[in-house]
T-cell receptor, first 116, second 111 residues
Framework: KAGVTQTPRYLIKTRGQQVTLSCSPISGHRSVSWYQQTPGQGLQFLFE???????NKGNFPGRFSGRQFSNSRSEMNVSTLELGDSALYLCASSLDGVGGGSYEQYFGPGTRLTVT | GQNIDQPTEMTATEGAIVQINCTYQ??????LFWYQQHAGEAPTFLSYNVLDGLEEKGRFSSFLSRSKGYSYLLLKELQMKDSASYLC????????????FGAGTTVTVRA
């Protein structure tokens, strides 16, 4: 079956703008998590959505937000972009993250965001 | 939250064995994952440990000791294609089963 897809793959924005990234999980997966990856900080958890509800949130400012639709597709939005937001944004889907189990996350290819 | 430590870089020769250590501190351990990430690509799942002991999967094995907050990933019969970053990740039920990642260990395999 098809893997996790993310659009767009590359994006260049200027400071102060906003951006919306999209993620389509593997069919049947209801949990979608978002991560920011930078060379200095590694993979940092942004938030997780399950059945259209934000179930978990990392330590990022309110400029970072997301949502999930009834078909499990998810979007994340970053408003008032800063230079430090330049990063690879990864989306990962899993069957279910709650309750443990080997519910490994499957990652999409990521969106490379550059803020100038 | 969790503190997850792993070495930054390791170098080994083709055909050799390399062991990547990961130590963690967590208040509600609920599983440890290893991921492989090639440069410019997304992480891919390698292994999962929730009980103490060794899990073997072909050339890759992962070990866990919960009492020591310690895991390692063992890569045997190294191949050039194993050159990648290896990420240790811990799930914590005390933080809503959130998955936290270490900074990753870059393994370089030399001929």
């Amino acid at each position: 079956k098809a893997g996790v897809t993310q659009t767009p793959r590359y994006l260049i924005k200027t400071r102060g703008q906003q951006v919306t990234l999209s993620c389509s999980p593997i069919s049947g997966h209801r949990s979608v998590s978002w991560y920011q990856q930078t060379p200095g900080q590694g993979l940092q958890f942004l938030f997780e959505y399950f059945s259209e509800t934000q179930r978990n949130k990392g330590n990022f400012p309110g400029r970072f937000s997301g949502r999930q639709f009834s078909n499990s597709r998810s979007e994340m939005n970053v408003s008032t972009l800063e230079l430090g937001d330049s990063a690879l944004y990864l989306c990962a889907s899993s069957l279910d993250g709650v309750g443990g189990g080997s519910y490994e996350q499957y990652f999409g290819p990521g969106t490379r965001l550059t803020v100038t | 939250g969790q503190n997850i430590d792993q070495p930054t870089e390791m170098t080994a020769t083709e055909g050799a064995i390399v062991q990547i250590n990961c130590t963690y501190q967590t208040s509600g351990f609920n599983g440890l994952f290893w991921y492989q990430q090639h440069a410019g690509e997304a992480p891919t799942f390698l292994s999962y440990n929730v009980l103490d002991g060794l899990e073997e999967k072909g050339r890759f094995s992962s070990f866990l000791s919960r009492s020591k907050g310690y895991s390692y990933l063992l890569l045997k019969e190294l191949q050039m294609k194993d050159s990648a970053s290896y990420l240790c990740a811990v799930r914590d039920f005390a933080h809503d089963y959130k998955l936290s990642f270490g900074a990753g260990t870059t393994v370089t395999v030399r001929a």
